[in-house]
């Protein structure tokens, strides 16, 4: 996903650098712990941090949504950097819970005066209107290509509102697995939320 992100920016001339500390069943409080997290943000090389954890839909995750990404919030306040949350989706298994997932991020996102990145806002719109490019991978929690590309565009919109997305043509992200009617509904989805 970093990297689409990258390619995405290239298109409308902006620089995004992206670099990813991104390990199996790790929550914000796991890389709390380890530390590395703060090296990283410390070293004054960022300009924002964004921070995704999957388990977020009941009490347990919300509260470490909020009080974890408080303490990075914290630490990106010291360093003049400013900190996203990147709002995820349930697996389909648990899809139901999705409601909550999208309420505890943006409780989160809030609570802690952070950007909210509506990833998983938009991909419940996406899938509500039956597309046909799968958001979901095979084993239907992690995206897709086609979930990647939602993913990176949201983000890319989100830090650049004032730019028409529309100026991105199909031909330069139908590699990402969309067709062209998938393309136009990420595009309507991700432009007017």
């Known amino acids: ?41 410390n070293s004054k090389e960022y300009d924002l941090v964004i921070i995704q954890q999957g388990p977020s839909s009941q009490e347990i995750g919300r509260k470490m949504l909020i009080d974890d990404g ?4 914290e630490i990106c306040d010291n360093n003049e950097t ?21 309420e505890n991020h943006t409780e989160a996102a809030k609570k802690n005066n952070a ?4 990833v998983g806002k938009n991909w419940q ?3 509500q209107q039956k597309n046909t490019s799968f958001l979901y991978g095979p084993d239907n929690f992690h995206p897709s290509k086609a979930g990647s590309f939602l ?9 650049y509102p004032d730019i028409s997305l529309e100026q991105l043509p199909y ?12 393309y136009k509904s990420m595009m309507q989805i991700v432009s007017t939320n």
Not at 151 to 159: D, E, G, K, P
Request: glycine share 4%; aromatic share 16%.
């Open 151 to 159: 993913a990176a565009l949201t983000i890319f919109y989100t830090l």
């Open 171 to 182: 031909k330069k992200v139908k590699k990402w697995g969309l067709n062209k009617k998938s």
């Open 115 to 118: 950007i909210l990145f509506p």
């Open 1 to 41: 996903m970093p990297n689409i992100l990258e390619s995405i920016a290239k298109e409308f001339d902006k620089d995004i650098t992206t670099k990813m500390l991104c390990y199996p069943n790790y929550a914000i409080i796991d890389h709390l712990s380890e530390g590395k997290v703060q090296q990283e943000i």
């Open 82 to 102: 400013k900190l996203g949350y990147y709002m995820v989706w349930p697996s389909k298994r648990y899809y139901y819970t999705f409601n909550k997932v999208i």
């Open 70 to 73: 408080k303490k990075l919030k």
């Open 125 to 127: 719109q996406y899938q």
